[in-house]
């Protein structure tokens, strides 16, 4: 299941006049029209005479998000002519709606905070939680193969050059994450190779000097593009890969708004940043481990390069992974690109359970890790056991943590919020609740016993939080669980009746058993998928023999990630971006022309 | 329809609601907040315009416009939300635009809206622009708009349909050209011309009952 409806659903869910799928075709995202994907592909170059190209470049980048607008400035900077060809109207991607976040080992500001960072300990950290079961401590490559360990390496040595190549041009000025939340923990700071007291998290810095989200990365790169007069061709979809009869590729075709189409010479390199496929529901169905029920993604975000990548001979990695974060199901089904997702679900008297009434997660853990409970596969009931997670909570995290998304604000109410006077009639609610969403959940129900099992659970929750240890799942033992969730995720609302920091856990409180309770029902999304055509350390783009393809080159998240499923710690997505976009773009720039012929 | 499918519909926003102490005798207003804003507001600012006397309801766009707002010590306590991308109101991105107005179509028929007097569309801003596209469509039972703008919003590859409701009225607040609106049969009036807003809403509903 994916977050893209199909035919059915889009009739059932279109009202009368308005058309969801109209807006989605004018916006670029081609799964909205017929035959989305059969026009992607390659198209060889036969004979001696070269093909004709509307407008010829050096090098070509694929998308406007972090990787892509990156990959074109420092293109631009290697002395390259440069375009960026975006399927959407809008410039900036996912990234533009994003945190902003970058996380880059060994960073300027580390080292100016006297942070000595060890190239080993990191790369092992990194090698551990990427690639878990090979990882063999007393091996040179941490047990890795050698392509997996160069791009781990890759990105150690280039995430700190592309930050400071960026700010040194004037394209992005960056400054640590550190305010206004204070030093944060990567996402496993109890790894033994661990040796960074503080956090790699790096954004934006605006001119005022304070910090800017996504939006602010993506303006100052945007600029930075238009003051090099870089061509921003928006509205363009590539929709084919050029190549010549040596099987190089110099070029490719874009469909445009109106469908005329546009060939566009690249005699050097074609980079694609172009995202994942988060919005293309066969790939998430082919691929994803498990139900996946949206996303954050831009909708655009269609995993075209797989299609263009694989008949280019590109091998595939990563498919089934994502960077992953749960989502309100109810804004799940109603948004094409979901607006936001629960990074940490708010609130100290809160429990997640599953359809038995039983926790099954620590519910502070970070987002990627948390959501990966939703797939797990009960081998004896045969079942997703834990498809959707009931997010339970009381008055007192409704009125200290509301508009903490998502817990509406005080004085507003929210349809997707499920409110009874006790753990019976909130079984009631919910059951009714998913028997209206049936259709959208595979007949999802909740099992019978639920409401003793949930009042069982809370009983024992309770006395864990009075006591300051959860004995199941660890909330709250780790740093980054307490200081995620007291400087940012729960931060408390002033002028209620409610305190906090009266309990030994700060993440825990006892949750009334009085009543009222309330529920809100999640769901497996993404920030977006993270598989795709694998690359080297050059960005380059490899074949299923592990050879690169010439002209062919990726990063962020239309590539296989190079960090695997794991995420580092805030800004896991980005830095890796940004880095192999550097270094697909130094490596596009010195290509040598490839001949059209 | 199934009762599923509307409720899917219908279930993802946040919103504010407020009786009215004279809401059987007027239309309900559905006030949109403008981009970076938020329900609370957007209902404070309906009941300063139009008084106690009708119903509210002020729902909230999803998308906050920063995701870590007012999540931490020193963040600015005022939390903004934006029904589509794009910082120019007049323009927006496609796809955003097109689930706010789909979520908002299936809003109007809902219960709280169904009034017999109607329903007036107010908005500023992204809100504005919404309302006009919504009215365009002629969903829902909207009699009257009260907007600060009135050019309808500018997407390539999509032209607002004309199917607004017959002698719809519009109150304009702002000084903007309403020439858009009048080729299209909208009867425009100005708030800045010495129309009140309260007397102009009781105006829609003695219309009605003549």
């Known amino acids: ?597 | 329809m199934t009762a599923a499918s509307e409720l899917v519909q219908t279930m993802a926003l946040v919103s504010c609601q407020s009786a009215g102490t004279d809401a059987h005798r007027l239309p309900t207003v559905l006030t949109l907040h403008d981009r970076n804003g938020n329900a609370r507001h957007a209902m404070g600012a309906a009941r300063t315009l139009f008084g106690e006397e009708p119903a509210v309801l002020a729902p909230q766009a999803a998308r906050p416009c920063n995701p870590f707002q007012s999540n931490f010590e020193g963040a600015p306590a005022y939390a903004g939300y934006s029904w589509y991308l794009g910082s120019d109101s007049l323009m927006p991105e496609p796809a955003s635009f097109g689930d706010a107005l789909c979520q908002l179509e299936l809003l109007l028929g809902e219960e709280a809206l169904r009034n017999r007097r109607g329903v007036v569309l107010h908005g500023y801003g992204q809100g504005a622009a919404l309302a006009l596209a919504l009215a365009s469509y002629g969903a829902g039972n909207v009699t009257g708009l009260v907007v600060d703008r009135c050019q309808l919003p500018r997407i390539a590859g999509w032209t607002a349909p004309s199917s607004f409701a017959k002698s719809l009225r519009c109150l304009l607040l702002g000084n903007g050209s309403d020439e858009e609106l009048r080729t299209r049969g909208i009867i425009c009036e100005y708030a800045g011309g010495g129309v009140a807003p309260p007397e102009w809403m009781r105006s829609l509903s003695t219309s009605e009952d003549r």
Not at chain 1, 146 to 163: F, H, I, M
């Open chain 1, 1 to 597: 299941m994916s977050g893209k409806k199909s035919d059915t659903e889009e009739q059932h869910d279109s009202p009368a006049r308005i058309s969801r799928r109209d807006f989605l075709r004018i916006a670029g995202v081609a799964a909205a029209g017929a035959g989305a994907t059969g026009a992607l592909g390659v198209q060889t170059v036969h004979g001696q005479e070269a093909p004709k190209f509307d407008q010829e470049f050096d090098v070509i980048a694929v998308g406007s998000g972090a990787a892509g607008a990156v990959a074109a400035v420092i293109a631009h900077e290697a002395g390259a002519k440069v375009a960026l060809v975006e399927k959407a109207m809008l410039f900036g991607g996912t990234t533009a709606k994003s945190g902003g976040v970058y996380w880059i080992p060994d960073n300027r500001f580390l080292k100016e905070a006297g942070v000595v960072e060890q190239r080993q300990d990191t790369l092992r950290k990194m090698a551990r939680f990427s690639y878990m079961h090979m990882y063999n401590e007393k091996d040179a490559r941490a047990g890795l193969p050698q392509n997996e360990w160069s791009l781990l390496e890759a990105l150690y040595d280039t995430g700190p050059v592309v930050v400071d190549e960026l700010d040194r041009i004037g394209a992005l000025h960056s400054m640590p994450a550190d305010k206004p939340f204070g030093p944060m923990p990567d996402y496993f700071e109890e790894a033994t190779e661990e040796k960074v007291p503080v956090d790699r998290r790096l954004w934006a810095r605006k001119e005022d000097g304070s910090f800017g989200l996504g939006d602010e990365m993506m303006r100052q790169l945007k600029a930075a593009l238009e003051k090099r007069q870089v061509p921003l061709l928006m509205g363009h979809r590539v929709t084919s890969l050029i190549r010549n009869v040596k099987g190089e590729v110099i070029g490719v075709e874009a469909t445009r708004m109106d469908k005329t189409t546009v060939r566009l010479r690249a005699r050097k390199g074609v980079i694609f940043g172009s995202g994942g496929f988060t919005n293309n529901k066969d790939l998430v169905l082919q691929f994803q481990p498990g139900p996946v029920f949206g996303g954050c993604a831009v909708p655009t975000n269609e995993g075209d390069f797989v299609y263009m990548g694989t008949a280019a001979g590109a091998r595939l990695g990563q498919m089934s992974s994502a960077w992953r974060a749960q989502i309100v199901l109810e804004q799940a089904l109603q948004f094409s690109s979901t607006p936001d997702d629960v990074f940490m679900p708010p609130g100290d008297s809160m429990i997640l359970v599953n359809r038995y009434g039983q926790r099954v997660v620590n519910e502070t853990s970070n987002y990627n890790e948390r959501t990966r409970v939703h797939f797990i596969w009960d081998s004896t009931r045969h079942e997703w056991t834990n498809l959707l997670l009931f997010m339970i909570y009381d008055q007192r995290t409704a009125e200290l943590y509301g508009g903490r998304f998502p817990l509406p604000p005080a004085g507003t109410q929210a349809p997707y919020v499920i409110k009874a006077a006790g753990a019976a009639e909130l079984a009631a609610a919910l059951g009714e609740r998913l028997a209206r969403l049936a259709t959208r959940t595979g007949g999802q129900t909740l099992a019978s016993g639920f409401a003793e099992t949930l009042t069982a659970q809370i009983s024992r929750y309770n006395a864990f939080a009075a006591a300051g240890a959860d004995e199941d799942f660890g909330r709250g033992r780790m740093l980054y669980d307490r200081l995620w969730h007291s400087r940012v995720w729960s931060f408390p609302n002033q002028g209620t009746a409610h305190e906090v920091g009266k309990t030994p856990n700060p993440t825990m409180h006892p949750i009334a058993v009085q009543g009222p309770l309330y529920a809100i029902i999640l769901a497996s999304g993404t920030l977006d998928t993270n598989g795709g055509p694998v690359i080297n350390a050059r960005g380059e783009v490899l074949d299923a023999h592990g050879q690169p393809i010439p002209g062919l080159y990726g990063a962020g998240n239309c590539i296989a990630s190079p960090t695997g499923p794991y995420y580092y710690g805030g800004g896991g997505t980005l830095g890796p971006a940004m880095a192999f976009a550097y270094l697909a773009a130094k490596s596009a720039a010195a290509a040598p022309e490839r001949s059209a012929a």
